[in-house]
């Protein structure tokens, strides 16, 4: 099984994990890029990094056991309301 895995590149579940640490490497990031930038480069990639990750939270939401989908819709609640607020704020910047 590793063979095929090896021949085929990464499996479903090591591609999730790369994608969530890339994910997470961008919110860390999107401040600094604001620095070095500006604050709507910055909310910009903070707002895809977010998207992605209530992407994906929702996507594992069907495959998660029924003790671990509450909190797992709570979180997702939280980083949706996050990445509402994100928008709103850079949808200012870029009409002011």
Not at 73 to 90: C, E, S
């Amino acid at each position: 099984m590793r063979d095929d895995r090896q021949r085929n590149g990464l499996s479903e579940e090591e591609r999730r994990r790369v994608l969530g640490c890339g994910f997470s490497a961008a919110v860390v990031a999107a401040p600094f890029i604001s620095l070095l930038y500006s604050q709507q480069v910055g909310l910009t990639v903070l707002a895809v990094a977010l998207g992605c990750t209530v992407f994906f939270a929702v996507d594992a939401y069907g495959q998660a056991a029924s003790s671990e989908r509450r909190r797992l819709l709570i979180l997702t609640l939280i980083n949706t309301a996050f990445l509402a607020a994100i928008v709103i704020v850079l949808i200012w910047l870029l009409l002011r």
